[in-house]
Each structure stands twice: as C-alpha cells, then as structure tokens.
C-alpha cells in the first residue's frame, strides 16, 4: 500500500522561503519510472500542478513557477523536499504530493492527505 | 500556458448519464495522449480515474469512460450515483514554454 505525507510549516510570512516534505512509504525511487509530484490548490480553486521528481533524478517543473522552485529527493529517506522562493499571499493553499506510477507527468494515482500553506503577515 | 477549459457544473438524476468536457488547444489535450482525470469530494485529496486518455486504474467503476475529439477531452459518467456528487478535473501534458502539466478549472456534478 502506498501511502504519502506532507509536512512543513502552516504559516509563513511574505517574501520567506516555504520547505514542504513529503516522506513516503509503499514504493522506492529503485523503481524505474516511478516519480513524486507537487500539486497545490487555493482555498476553492482548481488544481495547479507545481513539480515532479524521476527515479533518476530528472526534474520537471511549472514553467510559470520554475524559478521560484526547487524539488530534490532523498532516497535514504524515502522523502522528497520542495522549496518555493518569496512566497506570496496568493501561494496560500493545500500544497499535495503525489506517486508517479510510471512515466507519467499527469498520471498521480496516490496521494497525501495534503497540507493548508497560509502566507501571512 | 492557460488552464483548460470545463464547464463549472453539470447535474443529472441517479441513473442517467453525464459528460463532462475539456477543452484545450493542440499544444495539450490535442497533441497527446496523456489526458487525465481525477475525482475529488469536499476535504479530500484527488483520485484518479482515468489515465492516458481512457484507461481505467484498477478498482475505478466501469461507469467512468473517456474519450478524446481533436483539443477536446471528455469523462462520461454513466449510472450516476450519489456517491458520484464531486468535483472532478481533467489534467493534460503540454508544451510551449518547456513540459508543462494543465489542469481544469474543475466540474462540479451533482446529483439530483
């Protein structure tokens, strides 16, 4: 069974850096193909998909959101790290990560419980 | 990229069927086929329910089909059911500015 959670701050201010966790269970980064994905949505809004994480290492991202992103993963943990740049009010949202089965940047078939990011002064 | 484009709500009666549109341009829904989608109810994460345009995840009800015409992706459900009353979003692959992943604006279905 697949299981994925978020975990980081709740609040955080304008202009900080956010640094979301997601530590899983069920499956391992050894597995070619498989990759872990970063999708937010605003308080009664659509979903937005921010990043994605390969195996090997390949890294995808928003092209809207690029430079503010970083995603990395560390095996040893079976956790995957994304960190967001100047943050915003308007980035306030339950930030999801999300399992990769195979190849697939639109294809996220578990998903954490997810985690409300509030920016705020 | 803009965010595809779904109707904000359809509704039906427990029984019929419904379809839910999403409409996007050539450079995504299109161009491959890589068309998503997830089912989400209040609270709760997405599930996905289709993938690569019309394959079924193991355990996803047969009532949930899919299909594709030109830049317009489509999720049929059929036998609506209670449990059904959900948001749902399709999601596709694109390029332009680099690999980019769209989501819908979202469909709200209730049942009536």
């Known amino acids: 069974q697949i299981t994925l959670k978020e975990s980081g701050p709740t609040l955080v201010k304008p202009t900080q850096t956010l640094t979301l966790t997601c530590t899983f269970s069920?499956?391992?980064?050894?597995?070619?193909?498989?990759?872990v994905g970063w999708i937010r949505q605003p308080p009664g809004k659509a979903l937005e998909w921010l990043a994605l994480?390969?195996?090997?290492?390949?890294?995808r991202y928003s092209p809207s959101l690029k430079s503010r992103l970083t995603i990395t993963k560390d095996t040893s943990k079976d956790q995957v790290v994304l960190t967001m740049t100047n943050m915003d009010p308007i980035d306030t949202a339950t930030y999801y990560c999300?399992?990769?089965?195979?190849?697939?940047?639109?294809?996220?078939?578990?998903w954490g419980q997810g985690i409300l990011v509030t920016v705020s002064s | 990229q803009s965010a595809l484009t779904q109707p904000a709500s359809v509704s039906g009666s427990p029984g019929q069927s419904i379809t839910i549109s999403c409409t996007g341009t050539?450079?995504?829904?299109?161009?491959?086929?890589?068309v998503s989608w997830y089912q989400q109810h209040p609270g709760k994460a997405p599930k996905l329910m289709i993938y690569?345009?019309?394959k079924r995840p193991s355990g996803v009800s047969n009532r949930f089909s899919a299909s594709k015409s030109g830049n317009t992706a489509s999720l049929t459900i059929s036998g609506l059911q209670a449990e059904d009353e959900a948001d749902y979003y399709c999601?596709?692959?694109?390029?332009?500015?680099?690999?980019?992943?769209?989501f819908g604006g979202g469909t709200k279905v209730t049942v009536l």
């Open positions: 999601c596709s692959y694109a390029t332009g500015s680099g690999v980019d992943v769209l």
């Open positions: 069920g499956f391992s980064f050894s597995s070619t193909g498989v990759g």
């Open positions: 690569e345009g019309t």
């Open positions: 050539s450079s995504d829904v299109g161009g491959y086929n890589l």
């Open positions: 994480i390969y195996w090997d290492d390949d890294k």
């Open positions: 999300a399992h990769s089965p195979n190849f697939g940047e639109t294809e996220y078939d578990s």
